[in-house]
Each structure stands twice: as structure tokens, then as C-alpha cells.
């Protein structure tokens, strides 16, 4: 069982999830709260392998409870379920923690799928996100003094990632052994203090680095 603790500030929102997720046989919703403090109050006792997370609510919002929770262990996995799709909301929550981002517009089924992705370990983004993540890092750029924090090839390799590159596709592209393309994106997570592709990408992306 995935067991899932639902953050909303709308009643009838959270229980329509509350609902939804309860038709699911794999899910076990263990817990719901309508604020982060009372989120991060609840799951100081109660254990939840997914925190479905909205972003604006009254008091603590959803990033700063994603950040809280990053920091405790265990480390329950949050997947953001919100309204908003702004650049700058999308990459809080991704440098918060959050292992995902979906768009309360998704239909159900998307949503589970997301709920299962997360719970295995996977990065999960509705595809509008993925497509301003893109967008966003295709986007033409005006250098910064934090640009020298990465080579040309450090910065080169982590551009094919964020395009969504694998590290086998990054090394024939660019004519380099895999191992070469591990190494350097080893460099660029110490550098970026980051310990996981979506991250270095995100974080990469909010310094003006790629």
C-alpha cells in the first residue's frame, strides 16, 4: 500500500482527493491537513510515503512545508498538486524537495499514475511543466559572473539533460564516453550542492546558468 497525507486549504477540494484516492486499491490515505503547519504537525506522528502538497494556502505554504519535510527523517516524498503553473512556483518547489509537480487540471487517472511514479522513486512533471522547464532552458540567456561555477562541458552536458537527455544519448551526441558524462555531471551536483539531475537542472536554471 502507497500510504498518502493530503495538504489543501479547500475543504471540498481536499475531500473530492480524499475520495478519488480512496477508489484506488494500492492507496491508503492516512491523513489530510489544510495548512503546512498543521501538515508538518500531523506527520511528526503519523508515517506517509506521499505528501500530495497544493502550494498556496493560509499561513506556511507548500513550499516552505516541502522544505521542512526535506529535512526529516524518514523523508517523505512530496508531489506537488496545485492550480499554479508559474515558472518561479515550479522551481521553488523543485528546490524545496518536491519529487513532482501535476496541475489540478490533470485528469484522475494521471494523477495515480503520479502518486505510483513518486512512491517508486521517479521525477514526475505534468507535461505543461515539462514544457516550460524546456522552454525555459532553451530560452537565451545574459552571462553572469556565476556562469565561470561550471566549464563550457559542465554546462554543455547539464543543457542536454535539461532537454531530457539520457547519459548514453548526452556522450554520443557530444562523442564522449558515458563514464565522462557521469563524471562530469558528479562535478556539477557537488557544484550546484545537489544530489539528483531534476535538481541540478532546476537549480542551474534559477542562477541563469544554462
Not at 529535512?71 to 496545485?82: C, G, I, N, S
Not at 530560452?139 to 548514453?168: C, D, K, Y
Amino acid at each position: 500500500m502507497i500510504r498518502v497525507f493530503v495538504v489543501d486549504d479547500h475543504p471540498i477540494v481536499r475531500g473530492g482527493i480524499v475520495g478519488l484516492l480512496e477508489t484506488e486499491a494500492d492507496f491508503e490515505v492516512v491523513g489530510e491537513a489544510a495548512s503546512g503547519e498543521q501538515a508538518l504537525d500531523q506527520l511528526a506522528r503519523i508515517e506517509s510515503d506521499i505528501v500530495l502538497m497544493d502550494l498556496r494556502m493560509p499561513g506556511m505554504g507548500g513550499v516552505a512545508a516541502t522544505r521542512a519535510l526535506a529535512e526529516r527523517e524518514p523523508r517523505p516524498r512530496v508531489l506537488v498538486f496545485t492550480t499554479y503553473e508559474d515558472d518561479d512556483q515550479i522551481l521553488a518547489a523543485i528546490e524545496a524537495g518536491a519529487s513532482g509537480y501535476l496541475v489540478k487540471a490533470a485528469p484522475a487517472e494521471e494523477l495515480a499514475a503520479g502518486i505510483r511514479a513518486v512512491a517508486a522513486g521517479q521525477t514526475v512533471l505534468a507535461p505543461s511543466i515539462a514544457a516550460q522547464l524546456v522552454a525555459r532552458a532553451s530560452a537565451p540567456r545574459t552571462p553572469t559572473a556565476t556562469r565561470s561555477a561550471l566549464t563550457r562541458r559542465e554546462t554543455e552536458i547539464l543543457a542536454l539533460v535539461a532537454e531530457g537527455m539520457s547519459n548514453p544519448a548526452i556522450a554520443a551526441k557530444l562523442f564522449i564516453g558515458e563514464s565522462t558524462v557521469k563524471t562530469h555531471l558528479l562535478h556539477v551536483f557537488e557544484k550546484l550542492e545537489v544530489s539528483d539531475r531534476t535538481r541540478a537542472v532546476t537549480r542551474a536554471m534559477k542562477r541563469g546558468l544554462i
